[in-house]
């Protein structure tokens, strides 16, 4: 837990691993804010208040809105991840961790966890259903 600001070149450390890790592309895009307009969403409902929208316009157009507004607030996710990442890590184990993930067994490491993610989740999509009806189920039954 360091409470002082980091020097000059921890700061670029810190800037290192956020790009090895992916979170700067993450808050570059905007991109963790998605879930939010996924159709059925109270965004989407917004977007279609005032015409008939297509699916596709259904997550575009809200997608395009919290960009828009995401913006002007970009810097504040910046800000707060290398805020926390200096209040993490020492310079030491954040230079091990930089070095490993630029590495290319790091790179595999990354690659190979989104991997296991994106087969797992194709791999148990039929159970998902399952437990989505179980719950269903359940509730239907004042469970």
């Known amino acids: ?19 090895a890790n992916g979170t700067q592309a993450e808050i570059d895009s905007g991109s963790f804010l998605q879930r939010f307009a996924l159709p059925g969403n109270a965004l989407s409902a917004a977007a279609s208040e005032t015409r008939p929208v297509t ?3 259904a997550f575009e157009l809200p997608m395009a809105a919290l960009l828009t507004a995401y913006e002007k607030h970009r810097a504040t ?23 490993f993930l630029e ?3 790091g790179e595999h ?5 989104w991997r296991m993610g994106a ?12 437990i989505i009806a179980e719950a269903e189920t359940a509730l239907r039954a004042g469970q």
Do not use: C, D
Request: net charge negative; aromatic share 10%.
């Open 1 to 19: 837990m360091i409470e002082e600001p980091p020097s000059v070149a921890k700061l670029a450390l810190i800037r290192r691993f956020l790009v």
């Open 55 to 57: 699916l596709r316009e």
């Open 77 to 99: 996710w910046q800000e707060e991840y290398e805020s926390h990442v200096n209040w993490e890590f020492e310079t030491e184990e954040l230079s091990s961790i930089v070095a």
């Open 103 to 105: 590495s290319p067994a």
């Open 109 to 113: 490491f990354l690659e190979g966890r």
């Open 119 to 130: 087969y797992v989740g194709t791999n148990t999509e039929e159970l998902v259903e399952q």
